[in-house]
């Protein structure tokens, strides 16, 4: 059973200072994804110089497997999590899912096989999932005429972090290497686990006698709300299967291009990537309040899908480092307006289910996205399988602009 949350139950609680709560999470996802990116765009370079795969169509498969192991570890797990957060709370299944994933990827520098690869990645899937945690404490934190600036808020900061852990990842790995560049990436996760328990607080759930089921709280809720829901979390599956494969396709992209500065030039790739998704993430919501969340929304699934396509047609190594910027812009924008969306159209006392379920049909697309497209890479070439990845992408604006709608 799923609590609810009564007005009575909270009335006589003290209010959470929601600024607060804002800052230490932001601050906490900067250090995660600075610590995830400081390791895992380089996947591709670990399989080819650790675990000897030197082919470039059997790397665009390896590395497609890879990353689809993540999606698929995160698609089993997140709609367990969501639930457990709803019942249990959503502040101690984000220091939960920072600790598993900070373990898992220190853990993955002691691999010696693609397999064995591929089964600690499924784990690390499984066991992180930060993202839907704090987007979940955030919007359920939060006052809702503020909702769409805090989760920008995050998401600038996660994007921050993305931007500047590629580039520090590289140049230490040049000094270091892969393998103990992955563990300190894991170190860097765990981190501010402590800050965050400290800091944050979050509403208390109410009593047992207050809690209804997911299936009750549906019912009571309106056909067209359930219907908004249901095509957002399509689109944001749609949206992941693009991004996470294109990301993928654009390291492999560069290491064809000029394998002995591929490390290099794939920091510097996923830099532009991260600071042109933290600036349009900071600012979208700006545009939103004045064009609409959907509106956003199309228009950076469609630019996205564009710089997708370019990253394949790109001849030389700065064109696809300005495509993958140009891919981020477009990302920064289109991920927190899909996930303001739904936290505004989500029923409040299952906010975390939804979330879960969000970040499970996410991670289906993190998952099939890199599987497909490596395929396709790897019976055709990857600017055909960027192709593909581009064309999901574009389905996402279509759905957008047909079935969905502004939130209310």
């Excluded at 900070?102 to 600690?120: E, S």
């Excluded at 996205?304 to 396509?309: C, F, L, Q, R, S």
């Excluded at 140009?326 to 307006?337: D, E, F, K, V, W």
Aim: no cysteine; glycine share 12%; hydrophobic share 55%.
């Amino acid at each position: 059973m799923i609590e609810a949350a009564p007005d009575q139950a909270v009335a006589a609680v003290a209010p959470v200072d929601w600024k607060r709560n804002l800052t230490a999470i932001a601050v906490s996802q900067f250090a995660t994804k600075f610590g995830f990116a400081f390791a895992t765009p380089f996947v591709p370079l670990f399989l080819s110089r650790e675990l000897g795969i030197r082919n470039g169509r059997e790397l665009a498969f390896w590395a497609g497997l890879v990353a689809g192991a993540t999606g698929l570890g995160v698609a089993t797990a997140s709609p367990v999590w969501g639930a457990v957060a709803d019942r249990y709370g959503r502040k101690r299944m984000l220091v939960r899912a920072m600790i598993g994933g900070g373990v898992i990827l220190a853990a993955t520098a002691f691999v010696r096989t693609p397999p064995q690869l591929v089964g600690v990645r499924f784990f690390l899937g499984a066991m992180a999932g930060t993202t839907a945690a704090a987007t979940a404490l955030v919007a359920a934190e939060t006052p809702r005429g503020r909702v769409g600036w805090a989760l920008g808020t995050v998401s600038s900061t996660q994007a921050l972090g993305q931007a500047f852990g590629p580039l520090a990842g590289g140049l230490l790995s040049a000094v270091f290497g892969l393998r103990q560049v992955l563990v300190a990436g894991g170190l860097l996760i765990i981190a501010p686990v402590l800050m965050l328990a400290r800091a944050v607080r979050e509403t208390p759930r109410p009593e047992l006698r207050s809690r209804r089921s997911i299936r009750q709280v549906l019912h009571d809720t309106e056909p067209a709300v359930r219907i908004a829901v249901g095509v957002l979390v399509v689109a944001q599956g749609l949206t992941y299967f693009g991004y996470w494969s294109a990301v993928q396709l654009a390291a492999v992209r560069l290491v064809e291009l000029n394998p002995r500065g591929a490390a290099v030039e794939t920091g510097f790739a996923f830099t532009a990537l991260g600071l042109a998704t933290g600036a349009a993430a900071l600012g979208y919501s700006f545009v939103a309040t004045r064009i609409g969340f959907r509106a956003v929304g199309i228009g950076a699934a469609v630019v996205m899908a564009v710089m997708i396509g370019g990253i394949g047609r790109a001849p030389a190594a700065l064109l696809v480092i300005a495509a993958v910027g140009g891919m981020g812009l477009a990302y920064g924008a289109l991920a927190p307006a899909l996930s303001s969306m739904v936290g505004l159209e989500a029923p409040s006392a299952i906010k975390a289910t939804v979330f879960g379920l969000s970040a499970s049909v996410s991670a289906l697309g993190m998952a099939s996205g890199p599987i497909i497209t490596g395929g396709v890479a790897a019976l055709v070439d990857v600017p055909a399988a960027l192709l593909v990845s581009a064309g999901a992408t574009f389905l996402s604006a279509v759905m957008l602009a047909g079935w969905a709608r502004e939130p209310r």
